[in-house]
């Protein structure tokens, strides 16, 4: 029972690259989300799926672009890739919404350049 | 934007202590959680609370959700070198099921 897989861990990108960030979970989870972790700004809510099906903006979409591919995938792409997108994105899962937490991926740790 | 407090920003204390931290807002939660994050991996939740008044235990761990319902609090009894990490306070608001708000975090190092 591996929880919430991210890959990659690392990835350097060129500005104006595109990528695609891949999050699987096994838990049978309804409930998926997108964070970014920046130094000293916590945790922001990129895009979340509330369940199979449906996608919704959180605080910080601009740039991004996501897919619920099934229930136990949510993927995160840059479509062009810009410095300020440089951070530790962390992938999580929750049962239905947030009434019993979150659980977190290992996170992919992305530098634009 | 941000909108919880979370202090101090770090803390360096010696084995065997205790800790304090705590988490502020102008605006009421619903649920407050907290979470602890190790170098390289996600964050992991500690302890979830759902009423105001409410002080819950894990372990060596205890919060309580403040009677305003605008912030919480962690302590953290007899210190041990693992509990070196980044604590994040996060609140859920009424109406927003998927949506929590996080502190910018507690940065706690453990001297032995």
């Known amino acids: 029972n591996a929880g919430v897989t991210q890959t990659p861990k690392f990835q350097v990108l060129k500005t104006g690259q595109s990528m695609t960030l891949q999050c699987a979970q096994d838990m049978n989870h309804n409930s998926m989300y997108w964070y970014r972790q920046d130094p000293g700004m916590g945790l922001r809510l990129i895009y979340y799926?509330?369940?199979?099906?449906?996608?919704d903006k959180g605080e910080v979409p601009n740039g991004y672009n996501v897919s619920r591919l099934n229930k136990r995938e949510f993927s995160l792409r840059l479509e062009s890739a810009a410095p300020s997108q440089t951070s530790v994105y962390f992938c999580a899962s929750s049962e239905w919404g947030l009434n019993i937490g979150l659980h977190f991926g290992n996170g992919t740790r992305l530098t634009v350049t | 934007g941000q909108q919880l407090n979370q202090s101090p920003q770090s803390m360096f204390i010696q084995e065997g202590e205790d800790v304090s931290m705590n988490c502020t807002s102008s605006s009421i939660f619903n649920t407050w959680l907290w979470y602890k994050q190790d170098p390289g991996e996600g964050p992991v939740l500690l302890i979830a609370l759902y009423k105001a008044g409410e002080l819950t235990s894990n372990g060596r761990l205890t919060a309580q959700f403040g009677i305003t319902r605008k912030d919480s609090f962690l302590n953290i009894s007899a210190s041990i070198p693992s509990d070196v990490g980044i604590y994040f306070c996060?609140?859920?608001?009424?109406?927003?099921?998927?949506?929590?708000?996080f502190g910018k975090g507690t940065l706690l190092t453990v001297n032995p």
């Open positions: 799926s509330a369940s199979e099906g449906t996608t």
């Open positions: 996060a609140g859920q608001k009424g109406g927003s099921n998927y949506k929590l708000t």
